[in-house]
């Protein structure tokens, strides 16, 4: 099955913006959904953002809509979240997971994911 590398977490000032990837290796790439999901310490993994195979259903989280953006680049593989204006309770280790469950193209639950990455850490500074 695919594997996940993430990376380009780090330390910004609040109103800054970093890009996060997600690498995956395995199978066929696009016969994934893909979702970002964060935890914070002390607190539930909570769910992000989500992107279906083809990259034409996207779905966010309230608190981040209009500020991130999930994307993806089959043909390298790639999922990306870009975080603009962001908040230090944006501060969190961020996963990115895939699945290849068959249904809406959104799934927000962690549940559907069946493929994790170990994490990049972001630190928003205020």
């Known amino acids: 099955q695919v594997q996940l590398v993430e990376s380009g977490g780090g330390l910004v000032q609040a109103g800054g913006s970093l890009r996060l990837s997600c690498a995956a290796s395995?199978?066929?790439?696009?016969?994934?959904?893909m979702g970002w999901f964060r935890q914070a310490p002390g607190k539930l993994r909570e769910f992000v953002a989500c992107?279906?195979?083809?990259?034409?259903?996207?779905y966010y989280v309230g608190s981040v809509r209009g500020r991130f953006t999930i994307s993806r680049d089959n043909a390298k593989n790639t999922l990306y979240l870009q975080m603009n204006s962001l908040k230090p309770e944006d501060t969190a280790v961020y996963y990115c997971a895939a699945t290849s469950y068959r249904g809406s193209g959104v799934y927000t639950s962690a549940g559907f994911y069946s493929v994790w990455g170990r994490g990049t850490q972001v630190t928003v500074s205020s």
């Open positions: 992107i279906n195979g083809n990259g034409d259903i996207l």
């Open positions: 395995g199978r066929t790439f696009s016969s994934y959904a």
